[in-house]
């Protein structure tokens, strides 16, 4: 097991409380690693960070995904009815249904969506799951070039070799593993320093270009690749120009328009420092991040108050 640095304490009351190791890397425009911590040439799993490569597939095999639907591709939605709907419509353009989908079905993220479901008698569905833009540009692609829409999730199908030649290409690297992700669609390995270069690569792609037009979309809709209160949606408002992806397991990259990248893996799998990690990587490549300073410290409540914070070291 390599040595992981300590990236954030959590401190309650002055005292610290927990640590979160892990990895992190920031490139600088030119695409050269400015800051180091830790192996981040190392394989990860970049889980839902990944989702902006598979969006990529989907798009250059001919799916239909423009503005919205193209960052909603991208994203991990909180299930409110907004993205319901887009994904409802996107199935129907291509005479499916949310019972094609093959994420497994959930509640929506989002509580007040949630909570409102249950009063209603409502259930788990497919097309709440946070995956099911992905799923459903998935399915989109596979109708678009008369590919079998049953098994659109193996490994070996047209659509998921397009995604696996993809993040090779973005990310300059083989793929390092093939796993199943949470939502059940491939998942295909790379390095930390990889994830950075493949998140970079969108943004500084020639405008108009299919790279391009995933990193636009991200930042033009940021309400579909999260939502309400989502992590990515707010940190891409705080940072205009940039592209936020999360990932479960404490993966998040950040890309601004300048071509500054920060990606970050906590060992531990928790989410809850890993944008106060990303933004500090930023700030220490000279990066402007004022607009994002309300996430480098994150409060820690007891008896209903803020009594310490967490934050990146």
Known sequence: MPDFP????????GFVESVHYGSAVGLGP???????????????LPRSSAKPFQALACLT???ALPGARLAIAAGSHTGEDFHVRLVTELLEEYGLRPADLLCPEDWPEDEATRLRLIREGGAKTRERMNCSGKHAAMLAASVANGWDTASYLSPGHPLQLAVRSAVEELSGEKAT????????APLFGMSLAGLARAVRALVLAAPGTAPRQVADAM?????YVGGTGHQNTDLMRALPGAVVKGGAEGVLVAALASGHTAAVKVIDGSPRATSAIAVSVLARMGCDVSGAESFTRIPVFGGGRPVGEIHAV
Not at 177 to 184: E, L, N, T
């Open 177 to 184: 593993a093939v796993a199943v992700d949470g939502c059940g």
């Open 219 to 223: 930042r033009e809709h940021p309400e």
């Open 61 to 63: 095999s001919g799916a």
């Open 30 to 44: 030119d695409g050269r690693p400015e800051v180091v911590l830790g192996p981040v040439d190392a394989p990860v």
């Open 6 to 13: 300590a990236l954030a304490e959590v401190v309650r009351s």
